[in-house]
């Protein structure tokens, strides 16, 4: 049974930082693609960074290209997500999600499994 389990969420002031991480099981982390999506409220799902089946970072969404770092630690089955300099436009539910098909996207659509969410609120 596949599960995600995302922690990590929470306040912060603007440029702060926060670390998020996904706890997964039931399927061997490096062999699947697996990434960060978020949801703002009024707008669709997008994703903030992915790594593909092969283990390269597929990309990082432009808002968050040189602040984001997503990292995966696979002897701890463990998907991170390092966010800096966040500013308040950051502000969502952010998901983890996994698949295992083979290819390089980061597209929300393609990904079958995901976490319950991690509610990241950027305010003073």
């Known amino acids: 049974q596949v599960q995600l389990v995302e922690s990590g969420g929470g306040l912060v002031q603007p440029g702060g930082s926060l670390r998020l991480s996904c706890k997964t099981s039931?399927?061997?982390?490096?062999?699947?693609?697996i990434g960060w999506f978020r949801q703002a409220p009024g707008k669709e799902r997008e994703g903030v960074a992915c790594?593909?089946?092969?283990?390269?970072?597929?990309d990082y969404a432009g808002s968050v290209k040189g602040r984001f770092t997503i990292s995966r630690d696979n002897a701890k089955n463990t998907l991170y997500l390092q966010m800096n300099s966040l500013k308040p436009e950051d502000t969502a539910v952010y998901y983890c999600?996994?698949?295992?098909?083979?290819?390089?996207?980061?597209?929300?659509?393609?990904?079958?499994?995901w976490g319950q969410g991690a509610q990241v609120t950027v305010s003073s």
């Open positions: 999600a996994a698949d295992s098909f083979v290819g390089r996207s980061c597209q929300p659509s393609v990904y079958d499994y």
């Open positions: 790594i593909s089946s092969a283990g390269g970072v597929i």
């Open positions: 039931g399927f061997t982390l490096h062999d699947w693609a």
